[in-house]
């Protein structure tokens, strides 16, 4: 959610004219993230966000907005698609491919609780039931094979330590690959990309207990969506989720949270138990990877805030080192 791509208000106004959003009144570009521009768009009939996809394919594109609509409609707290009469969704903005979204209401929550990774797995697993019945298939784009291209592209960046667990943990990922009880393990639409700064809470009054609590009010950025295994998207949440950031060790009470408000929805196949801690190592190598990419394959932005590589190294040599979750 960087910006990229500049975008005046008399541009915004013209391309949300025949989404009937009424008229513009204000418009912010969204900092961090890494890979579209995206604008907070307020208009006399509400808030919404303007993303242009700087780098999507129009198969990816489709896949992901089609997904949120599907979800969207089965009351799953996603931003919805807003489409012209025509029902058309994506036009073309500043030579971009665009779309505007409902803005969810809420805050993040960057130092989370045990009860906030009960919400977030339990929100994750209505995710995957929801998507039980979407049509639509595509493997997820930083899977398996990109984890081979990326590789090869930053191995001439790391040290000898670093491309050794590299070069080792790709010939475990691959074995893992094949195997035949691997590839039956359950699968469908996966996030991919559930962080903490990509989920929203809002204040929740509790009229038993009379308290005031944090609920979940929205999951977003579906901008690598894919079909996968289900237990990668549970995977990408314990890594952010559950982590001590200054050492990348699981926390252990914070994941069984997690995993406990999952399985209230969904619950897990003791195939997929027995998988999980190499799920959690191949979670881990795709966000080392895609970090090394955008650290030393940089792209010019506005707004862009850089990751650090080295969280995600310290999270899969953490799970290199422990064989059980």
């Known amino acids: 959610m960087a910006v990229f791509t500049l975008v005046s208000?008399?541009?915004?106004?013209?391309?949300?004219?025949?989404?009937?959003?009424?008229?513009?009144?204000?418009?912010?570009?969204?900092?961090?993230?890494?890979?579209?521009?995206?604008?907070?768009?307020?208009?006399?009939?509400?808030?919404?966000?303007?993303?242009?996809?700087?780098?999507?394919?129009?198969?990816?594109?489709?896949?992901?907005?089609?997904?949120?609509?599907?979800?969207?409609?089965?009351?799953?707290?996603?931003?919805?698609?807003?489409?012209?009469?025509?029902?058309?969704?994506v036009s073309r903005l500043s030579g971009k491919a665009a779309c505007v979204v409902t803005k969810l209401q809420g805050h993040h929550c960057l130092v989370p609780e045990?009860?906030?990774?009960?919400?977030?797995g339990e929100t994750l697993a209505?995710?995957?039931?929801?998507?039980?019945?979407?049509?639509?298939?595509?493997?997820n784009s930083r899977g398996y094979d990109w984890w081979f291209r990326a590789a090869d592209r930053i191995v001439p960046f790391l040290d000898e330590e670093r491309r050794k667990v590299l070069i080792d943990e790709l010939r475990f990922q691959e074995e893992l690959a094949s195997c035949s009880s691997y590839r039956g393990l359950p699968r469908g639409p996966v996030h991919g990309d559930l962080f903490r700064d990509n989920v929203l809470f809002s204040k929740a009054a509790s009229l038993e207990t009379h308290t005031v609590a944090e609920k979940l009010s929205g999951c977003f950025d579906f901008y690598f969506a894919g079909t996968d295994v289900l237990i990668f998207d549970v995977a990408v949440c314990l890594n952010d989720w559950c982590i001590d950031r200054q050492t990348g060790a699981m926390l252990p009470a914070m994941a069984a949270a997690l995993v406990e408000g999952y399985e209230r929805a969904r619950a897990l196949t003791s195939t997929e138990r027995r998988y999980l801690p190499a799920v959690l190592r191949a979670a881990a190598l795709r966000f080392w990877l895609s970090r090394l990419v955008d650290l030393h394959f940089p792209r010019d932005s506005a707004l862009l805030r850089a990751h650090d590589p080295e969280h995600f190294f310290r999270v899969l040599c953490h799970h290199r080192r422990s064989s059980a979750f």
Do not use: W
Not at 10 to 24: H, Q, S, W
Not at 114 to 120: D, F, G, K, N
């Open 9 to 89: 208000e008399e541009e915004a106004a013209a391309f949300i004219e025949p989404l009937a959003l009424g008229k513009l009144t204000s418009l912010r570009g969204v900092p961090g993230g890494i890979e579209n521009t995206n604008y907070f768009v307020t208009t006399n009939a509400g808030e919404f966000v303007l993303t242009l996809f700087e780098r999507l394919s129009e198969a990816q594109l489709s896949f992901s907005l089609q997904l949120m609509l599907h979800l969207a409609r089965k009351d799953i707290p996603v931003p919805e698609p807003r489409a012209a009469e025509n029902g058309q969704i």
């Open 114 to 120: 045990r009860y906030h990774c009960e919400q977030v």
């Open 126 to 139: 209505c995710m995957h039931q929801a998507g039980n019945d979407f049509e639509l298939e595509r493997v």
